[in-house]
């Protein structure tokens, strides 16, 4: 019995001693960041599309580029080499209705299929109900291969990596292959000098999340066991990662993550930011009032504040749901003006409408509908607990010319919201967050317009879907022909 207990103080020190050890890591990492990425992120009011320490006629080698390539202006011009790629995708995204990762996937691959290129898709055949698998008129080029999902739903990587080999076979081979995630496995991976794969989200980051989630748990409500289990992620991931050749970043601090942390090379690890398409995100004024009205808002509304995403307790909800209700209870005046809009659906739709007429449950909506939405916000707001990747949500809001609030994590306030000119940021705690609201209630209307007009500048500059698709293919050109590895090539930085 005492040994039984001397082995379990031990292995406790143990993994207090490995917390410690990578919250001391994480916050060299953190630091470094700061100071590294201070010299490459724009200031606000900069247009120039290159960070300060590359001039117009700087050439460099990209793959070894340690800013996001979104500051890159790469031609728009179709290239001479179209390539043949094999994507790896768990879900094919059907009626929009798919999370960040599907989206990335469509937006991406249908955009290259558009420029000449041949697109292989191999994702799980419960991704196309009744069989539907769809076709793109104006994407002739782009090909499913589905394959039936593996007993736990993920994509079945023998019959996936069967059906690869055989249209690596057919025709000529793939000149490169991407996989969202882990899409294809890393044991099959490591044999494919060609590939990228792109993260969106990765274990040492959601240790925050878990933390955060943790100090805001009720009194009388059990610690959840997933810190042990989510430092041997982490692990496993430091382990395993080296075995995928390129590794793209969806924000600056999990590209430095991925350097400092899990020790990837430089010259292999690249941040290119999430995209969304401003032809669709833009702003309109007439259609946001209308948005407002069909909704329900009454003209005397001071302030309306918006919400997306699912509804469930790690987006924030809880902190959310509490902030609101000690708001309206305190302030007359913000009870009697503030009203809320919340797209999406989830177990916290039903808590938010007992707070009272003042929040307006929309439901999921869909593509379009979406930009009304943002349209008749005076600000959106994103309670994320989830320390990772870049929301699409705070970018579709930024391009329609929405100010934005977020959590004060890494990967929102180091990449969006870098400062006050664009939004708000706020702590992970009731306080904090209800501070912030009574902060941009008291803002008044001309300041939000300032910080959208300033918010909709920064997304053209990085985020659109046309940055992302660009950076996307210079570095799938760069991986199959060195030639595409140098910047800038004639009629880059012209756009």
Known sequence: ????????????????????????????SFICYSHSSSLCRPQPNTTSSVPHQLSSSSAIKILSFPSSWNHLSF????????????????????MNLAGGLERHALTLHLALARRGHQIHVFTTNSSFPNASIPFYPDAPTMFFHPSPPSPAGYLNQALAWREFQIQNSTGRPFDVVHTESVGLFHGRARSLPR?????????????????????????????????????GKVVDEVMFF????????TSDHAGDVLKRIYMIPEERVHVILNGVDDEIYKPDASK????????????????????????????GHPLMFEALKQAFAEDLEFLQKVFVLVAGEGPWASRYKALGPNLIILGPLQQTQLSEFYNSLDV????????????????????????????????????????????YTFR????????????????????????????????????TAKKMVMAYERLFLCISDKHYCNYPLPGDGRN
């Open 75 to 94: 031609s728009l011009s179709p290239p001479t080499r179209r390539l043949k790629i094999a994507l790896f995708v768990k879900r094919w995204p059907q």
């Open 195 to 231: 590939l990228a794969v792109s993260w969106h989200g990765i274990a040492y980051e959601t240790i925050h999340s878990d933390i955060t989630q943790d100090l805001l748990r009720e009194p009388k409500e059990p610690r959840r066991s997933a810190f042990a289990e989510r430092l």
């Open 242 to 249: 080296p075995n995928y050749a390129h590794h793209v970043a």
């Open 380 to 423: 959106f707001l994103n309670p994320t607990l989830r320390a990772q990747g870049l929301d699409h949500t705070f970018v579709e809001a930024m391009l329609c010319g929405v100010p934005v609030m977020g959590t004060r994590f890494a990967s929102i306030a180091g990449t969006i919201i870098v400062g006050p000119e664009v939004g």
């Open 1 to 28: 019995m005492a040994n039984s207990s001397l082995q379990t103080s031990l292995r406790s020190h143990s993994l207090c001693y490995f917390i410690f050890f990578l919250s001391f890591l994480s916050c060299i």
């Open 288 to 315: 946001g009032e209308s948005f407002r009205r069909k909704a329900g808002v009454p003209e005397t509304a001071q302030l309306v504040i918006g919400m997306a995403g699912r509804l469930v307790r790690d987006k």
């Open 428 to 463: 992970p705690t009731v306080p904090s967050l209800k501070e912030s609201i009574f902060h941009v209630f008291r803002s008044g209307e001309g300041v939000l317009r300032e910080k959208g007009e300033a918010a909709r500048k920064r997304a053209l500059h990085l985020f």
